[in-house]
């Protein structure tokens, strides 16, 4: 649960400590005090979208932390699993800091993202308000409350599976059963593209060899010219002796001085000698060789002109051809065993048809199940919230398949005898809603394991007898779990807890809210205020008096 709240540079409130307890705690104070900037205050701290707005004005930030005790299993589980933990004493701080230009969020003195945050939060705070109303409006949202009841996760959860195996299947399916003469044209290109491939006979690197090949056969009499000469000066003539008959001289020559001291200058000559003739041996190689010789410029050029051409229409080098060819060999296997492959397809969409029926059928029956025992426990809730002749039924209707099951869930509820049911988004006043809201909330509050309820303004649009009622049934919800109620009437306020009053006060041209835990006498003042909004006389405070004391029995 929450245990306490702290607010800095949130709009009108500068700075406040809210300390809340165990069981029913109401927010209560005059119209534009800052009731609703303490829930937006909790919203930014369970990670909800905030606005720069909410910077107080003429402040550079705003900070929101909260603390929080008792956590339940789910809730340390979810933050293990998002790399987090409690502290020794078992607490969790969540702190959410505002800027004109962004912020930051802290788990437990940590970094986190509002995308963990919110996580992490929803199994901490419940906060329900008037946009729960509208989702009572919305017939799409009634089978979440059947599946809370039914508890048929597993079902659901399996149904969802083999339904989007059922459409990934028909998916496949529809693909293959083209136009058949939109298929043999497909074969045409691609036995074309691939034939064309095939008969280049394509080689990695081959581009680059025959690039270097072409530049040989070129120049192929300038290079036989050049290493002719080459040779000449290497190996001499008849009337002049070359390098390597100069050097084997000059070796000899210094060999003949019979010198030791000269011996390194022999060897030298000597390894010069080795390099020089093997130098004269490559030459010959290359020009005795057959490979060099019969190199044919204009097929090379060809060759070259070829994939370049084919460069252009499958890739930019030779492996992106080759992958090409494969994808094409693929697509048109898959095309010309697209008939076998329908018929497997075919054979696989019955298959998954009749297990979706099966599944759909098993999350209905759930369903009808839980209608029933939902129709029987809200319908006990609205009695003891001053409802006395209200029907409340839930009727599931098969509908189409979507991934939510096959199902259409109504809500139809008749609040006056004599009157049949009709449906509830049709017909529900704002009273009926709230209190409709309320006796669901009521009947699943045990079928989840979120320690705090927050109810911001349950009470629009009732009053009197039924508004008592409704204090009734939260300090009721509050025996099993931390509730915090928002509210505008006395007979819900008389119910609290822990009475929190926020008050609006203005000085030095500015505005600032604070937050007062009120005691028994305070709490008495404050209800009568409520009850008269004037001057509170001996009577109304004993009218106060009496309903405060009458709601603690």
Known sequence: MIKSLHIENIAVIEKTDIDFKDGFNVLTGETGAGKSIIIDAINAVLGERTSKDLIRAGCEKAVVSALFC???????????????????????LITRTMTLNGGSIKINGRPATATVLKEIAKNLINIHGQHDNQKLLNPDNYYIYLDLIAENRAILDEYYREFKHFNA????????ETDEGEKQRRIDILQYQIKELEDADINIGELAEIKRKLTIAE???????????????????????????????????????????LSSISEKLSQLLGELQGVDADIRAFTDSDEYRDL???????????LHRLMLKYGDDEQKMLDFLQRARAELDKIVCSDKRIEELSAELDDSTERLVSLGEKLTN??????????????????????PNVEFVVKVNRSKYTRHGCDEVEFLISANAGESVKPLHKIASGGELSRTMLAIKSVLADKDDVDTLIFDEIDTGISGRAADKVGLQLGKVSDNRQVICVTHLAQIAAYADNHLLIEKNVANDRTYTSVLSLDYEQQIGEIARIMSGTDITENLYNSAKELLDRSKK
């Open 70 to 92: 008792d956590l339940s299993v789910e809730a340390k589980t979810q933050l293990e699993d998002n790399g987090f933990e409690v502290d020794d004493g078992g607490n969790l």
């Open 296 to 306: 044919d410029a204009e097929k090379l050029r060809e060759r070259l002109d070829t």
């Open 219 to 261: 120049n192929y009499e300038k290079t036989l010219s050049s290493l002719s000469d080459a040779q000449f000066c290497l190996g001499g003539g008849e009337n002049a002796d070359g390098a390597i008959s100069l050097v084997r001289n000059a070796q000899k020559y210094i060999d003949s001085a019979k010198n030791d001291e």
């Open 366 to 387: 759930s369903r009808v199940l839980a209608a029933e025992v939902f129709s029987h426990n809200v319908s006990d809730v609205l009695y003891q919230l001053d409802m």
């Open 169 to 176: 299947v028909r998916r496949e399916l529809n693909s293959q």
